[in-house]
């Protein structure tokens, strides 16, 4: 499967922004989708899964604030991100894999395709 992330931008403190995944096939019925992002000098964290069968998880750093959703007939997935902070600034990257997990707060996926990412920039 090819993905394709898009969406990003430029935006202040407090704006939103939403970013579409669209996938060159229809998800499997097996098929996490999560969001995942980089920014510079630091590792790439996980931060938002959907599931096949639609259940949702979100690292605690965006919860409450963020929210993922999929639409299966445009084979597309959806990250609604409202008040958007400074430290949300990163490459968001999307992917599809078997699982997602929260432990701790932070997001972990095995994921094994992943398509190229998207710039979010948030200025203070």
């Known amino acids: 499967v090819q993905l394709q992330a898009s969406g990003g931008g430029l935006v202040q403190t407090g704006g939103s922004l939403r970013l579409s995944c669209a996938a060159s096939?229809?998800?499997?019925?097996?098929?996490?989708v999560g969001w995942f992002r980089q920014a510079p000098g630091k590792e790439r964290e996980g931060v938002s899964c959907?599931?096949?069968?639609?259940?949702?998880t979100y690292a605690d750093s965006v919860k409450g604030r963020f929210t993922i959703s999929r639409d299966d007939a445009k084979n597309i997935v959806y990250l609604q991100m409202n008040s958007l902070k400074p430290e949300d600034t990163a490459v968001y990257y999307c992917?599809?894999?078997?699982?997602?997990?929260?432990?701790?707060?932070?997001?972990?996926?095995?994921?094994?395709?992943w398509g190229k990412g998207t710039q979010v920039t948030v200025s203070s």
């Open positions: 096939r229809a998800f499997l019925e097996d098929d996490t």
């Open positions: 959907i599931s096949n069968d639609d259940g949702v």
């Open positions: 992917a599809t894999g078997a699982f997602c997990t929260v432990i701790g707060g932070t997001l972990l996926g095995g994921m094994n395709h």
